[in-house]
């Protein structure tokens, strides 16, 4: 079974400062996807980010971009330019094609503070 | 355009207690979706319908059934509660016909406890 690991239950940054987040997956399939979902305080659930595996270009979203090392099964999001609002929980996602079509596994999440 | 609204935001049952938790979007998406989500941990799909008419099971459907009552509105029931549902529970939508790959829209979530 695929498994999805956040190794950073909390993190914090400065205001105008870049920050990552760590992800871990284990999977035994080629064709896969991952997301990283941002959830605020009021626990709505937004996409912020996605990767397909077959791509070797990092996605990229603003100031959200991602580092994707297949090989090493990691894919971390780098937050640039903070903003107090992006301070929520952020969750890493995987979804492989050879599942059930509406599976998504998810980490158990990084709580991210902003300082201002 | 309200997206995805769910009924009601609160909620606390005794043991054995029925109830229905509602959801509905208006953005004429055809897949909708029920997860829960406990402390510290991801969110877990419950059901899941493709489209009007016909639901599967997720990853934990046991405790639950579902009802896809028509395209707008797909319901959650928990027929005899048990502490272990107490959970946040979220529903969500989306359009297009690549299931999990097409973005979801996630309501605002019912947070329930059992006693």
């Known amino acids: 079974a695929q498994t999805v690991t956040q190794s950073q239950p909390e993190m914090s940054v400065q205001e105008a400062e870049t920050v990552t987040l760590s992800c871990t997956y284990d999977t035994s399939e080629s064709d896969y996807y991952l997301f990283w979902y941002k959830q605020p305080p009021s626990r709505q659930m937004i996409l912020v980010i996605r990767?397909?595996?077959?791509?070797?270009q990092n996605a990229t979203e603003n100031r959200f971009s991602v580092n994707f090392q297949k090989a090493a099964k990691s894919f971390s999001l780098k937050i640039s330019d903070s903003q107090l609002g992006d301070a929520a929980m952020y969750f890493c996602?995987?979804?492989?094609?050879?599942?059930?079509?509406?599976?998504?596994?998810f980490g158990k999440g990084t709580l991210l503070t902003v300082n201002p | 355009n309200a997206g995805v609204t769910q009924t009601p935001k609160f909620q606390v049952l005794k043991t054995g207690q029925s109830m229905t938790l509602q959801c509905a979007q208006d953005?004429?998406?055809?897949?909708m979706y029920w997860y829960r989500q406990d402390p510290g941990m991801g969110l877990r799909l419950i059901y899941y319908?493709?489209?009007?008419?016909?639901?599967d099971k997720g990853e934990v459907p046991n405790g639950y059934n579902v009802s896809r009552l028509n395209k707008r509105e797909f319901s959650l029931r928990l027929e005899s509660a048990a502490p272990s549902q107490t959970s946040v529970y979220f529903c969500?939508?989306?359009?297009?016909?690549?299931?999990?790959?097409?973005?979801?829209?996630f309501g605002p979530g019912t947070r329930l406890t059992v006693l």
């Open positions: 969500a939508s989306s359009g297009g016909t690549s299931g999990i790959l097409d973005t979801q829209y």
């Open positions: 990767q397909e595996a077959y791509k070797q």
């Open positions: 319908s493709a489209s009007e008419g016909t639901t």
């Open positions: 953005m004429n998406h055809n897949s």
């Open positions: 996602a995987y979804y492989g094609s050879g599942g059930s079509n509406y599976k998504l596994t």
